[in-house]
């Protein structure tokens, strides 16, 4: 079936401009969500390829989940894990609705496997999230767990940033199996000096202090951090995450940096996804994994093309992986073939 969509499908999916194909995509998994039933079935015969993962009270099919970015408005999660996706993250979502970044802001370069994207945090805001959300069951009862990774607003000035945290949190509280802190898009100015300790300390302290008061009780929280970080940064993040008592990391969002491509070449402006960043983000949870003991929960993605990408983050110290780009480029059951060949990976 894989090899079917990269011979087959996948030249003609490649001839639409990406954000169309991307729009077709999103439609057939929209409309495949809306058969639940269908899904459920599906996703019991696709999921269950892979092993079980249990990580941070959570209970995961598999080991392999759809990073935030393609389902930014929680618009087909019952799809995804049909075709064998064992979590999905939806977001990045915001307080209010925002168009994000004028088009053209996608683009594709299959001779790296690779995407860079400046879309910009478009999204239905956190209101339109909150009734998709509930249209599914409640947290626990669900296909698979479903993270919601959140951000702040194109227009909210960096010192009011915690607030849109805080506001994503608060509205989606009782809707998500978790969150991720994304403060590493490229594609929102100033939004990556949020990693620096003072800022982090703040907005990651004040989220998991309104979490433990909650009545329905606390939710995993995840920072999601850059692969352009220095390893003093890191370090720096690793103490903010102890200290303000934070459930881990997803390590890594898209590089700005471009010394993995062939020099010579103008590349858009964006942050690059795929092939080139695979190395980068290893390295960065190997680091992750050797600091902590290996007993910070820890996700991995960035690059992720095949099993071997996917097993060498394991291998590296995450507990479960994500890829966007991957499933671009390997088509819609790659997650059922990548879940399988991770079967033998015990927690
Ligand atoms: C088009 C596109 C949009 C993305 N949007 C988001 C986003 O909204 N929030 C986020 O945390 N990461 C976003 N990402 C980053 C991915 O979740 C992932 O961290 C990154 O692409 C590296 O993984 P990959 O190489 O498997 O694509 C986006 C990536 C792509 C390609």
């Given at each position: 079936m894989d090899l079917f969509y990269e011979k087959v499908l996948r030249p003609l999916f490649f001839r639409l401009g990406p954000e169309r194909a991307h729009e077709y995509g999103r439609n057939f998994l929209q409309s495949l969500s809306l058969l639940q039933p269908v899904c459920r079935l599906l996703a019991s015969a696709n999921q269950g390829r892979g092993r079980s993962v249990e990580l941070a009270g959570l209970t995961f099919p598999n080991h392999v989940g759809l990073a935030a970015g393609m389902d930014k408005d929680a618009e087909f999660v019952p799809a995804a894990a049909a075709l064998g996706f064992g979590h999905v993250e939806v977001g990045t979502v915001t307080p209010k609705s925002q168009p994000g970044?004028?088009?053209?802001r996608l683009f594709r370069y299959p001779e790296h496997e690779a995407i860079v994207n400046?879309?910009?945090?478009n999204n239905g805001g956190m209101e339109a999230m909150a009734k998709r959300l509930r249209r599914l069951p409640a947290p626990g009862k669900r296909i698979c767990p479903v993270g919601v990774n959140i951000g702040k607003n194109k227009n909210t000035a960096l010192d009011e940033a915690a607030n849109d945290y805080l506001a994503c949190f608060e509205h989606l509280h009782d809707l998500a199996d978790y969150f991720t802190v994304n403060?590493?898009?490229?594609?929102?100015?100033?939004?990556?000096?949020?990693?620096?300790k003072g800022r982090l300390l703040e907005i990651l302290g004040e989220l998991e202090r309104r979490n433990r008061e909650r009545d329905s009780g606390a939710v995993p929280i995840f920072l999601k951090i850059a692969p352009d970080l220095s390893f003093h940064q890191i370090g720096e993040i690793i103490q903010v995450v102890e200290e303000s008592g934070v459930s881990g990391i997803v390590a890594t969002n898209t590089t700005?940096?471009?010394?993995?491509l062939p020099a010579g070449v103008e590349y858009e402006r964006g942050g690059l996804s795929g092939a080139p960043v695979r190395n980068r983000s290893t390295e960065i949870i190997r680091f992750l994994s050797r600091e902590t003991g290996g007993k910070m929960p820890l996700i991995g993605v960035g690059g992720i093309c095949d099993s071997a990408s996917a097993a060498e983050k394991l291998d590296a110290g995450a507990h479960l992986v994500q890829l966007y780009t991957g499933w671009i480029y390997r088509g819609p059951f790659f997650a059922r073939t990548l879940a399988r060949s991770l079967r033998f990976y015990a927690e």
């Open positions: 970044n004028p088009q053209p400046r879309m910009g945090f403060v590493s898009s490229p594609n929102t100015e100033g939004l990556r000096e949020l990693q620096e700005i940096g471009r010394e993995t």
